[in-house]
């Protein structure tokens, strides 16, 4: 089991502690997505394959609106959540265990719509693995379909390599629940720490580590278009409302 794996497996059962409310959060960005996605001209009709998916934040609000969404993850963990999260809504996914740089050995099928957020790309931590990554993904995108990803804005971090993120201070009806994470750099890498504080009936403090690569838009926006993309646009937060830039590659 490699580093994500585990960070994943581990943090599954306390992910959705890094929300106010991530029931809410999953109706907000299926809305967010669904939007993007009318504006390219696809309808509810499309297939969907959200390729890291997690407990399932982005796929279980896009089925709830309709969508056909096949959702993968490296974490066993995660995958369970999101099982058990798409069984209490009574939702229709298919969950597949699968590696997203080698989505052909699970899936012999395309998608419309490949997704990838939340920052998952940046667990490539070479070039190399990136562009192994990118190829993977694009080799399921039905032509004219689209490659959907958001990572954190690494054009601006870079610049000066903070050492922590903001917290996240929620205040819930029994306390609140704080997060966190700080980060360790070398090079363009880091060591990233999770730090999830739980101050309601008791006090719980978890603690997740985990290696990222900061990527920039260039790097990006390059291996998309030498690897099957005709066009590349990004939106931002300001744009969209979603807490991460997203890129938009269509096939």
Not at 12 to 22: G, N, R, T, V
Not at 40 to 49: E, H, I, P, Y
Not at 124 to 146: H, I, N, W, Y
Not at 187 to 195: K, T
Request: include cysteine.
């Amino acid at each position: 089991m490699n580093i994500t794996q585990s960070f994943y497996d581990k943090m599954a059962p306390q992910y959705d502690k890094l929300f106010a409310d991530w029931h809410a959060a999953t109706q907000e960005q299926a809305a967010m997505l669904d939007r993007l996605f009318a504006d390219r001209g696809l309808s509810k009709n499309a297939t969907v394959l959200d390729c890291a998916c997690g407990i399932g934040t982005q796929c279980l609000g896009l089925a709830k609106l309709g969508y056909a969404v096949t959702a993968s993850d490296l974490s066993q963990g995660a995958l369970a959540e999101a099982r058990k999260r798409a069984a209490e809504k009574n939702l229709s996914i298919s969950f597949q265990q699968a590696d997203f740089c080698a989505l052909s050995e699970t899936f012999s099928q395309c998608f419309d719509i490949v997704m990838v957020m939340d920052n998952a790309l940046p667990h490539m931590l070479t070039p190399s693995d990136l562009e192994r990554a990118v190829k993977s993904m694009l080799g399921q995108v039905k032509q004219g379909g689209l490659l959907i990803a958001s990572i954190r804005d690494y054009d601006e971090l870079l610049t000066h390599k903070p050492p922590c993120s903001s917290p996240y201070i929620h205040q819930t009806p029994k306390g609140q629940k704080v997060s966190f994470q700080t980060w360790t750099w070398r090079g363009d890498n880091y060591r990233l720490v999770q730090y999830i504080i739980d101050d309601e009936d008791t006090l719980n403090i978890s603690k997740f580590e985990c290696e990222y690569r900061a990527t920039c838009r260039e790097e990006l926006t390059s291996l998309l278009l030498c690897h099957g993309c005709s066009r590349v646009h990004w939106l931002f937060p300001c744009e969209t409302g979603f807490y991460q830039p997203i890129v938009i590659g269509q096939k």
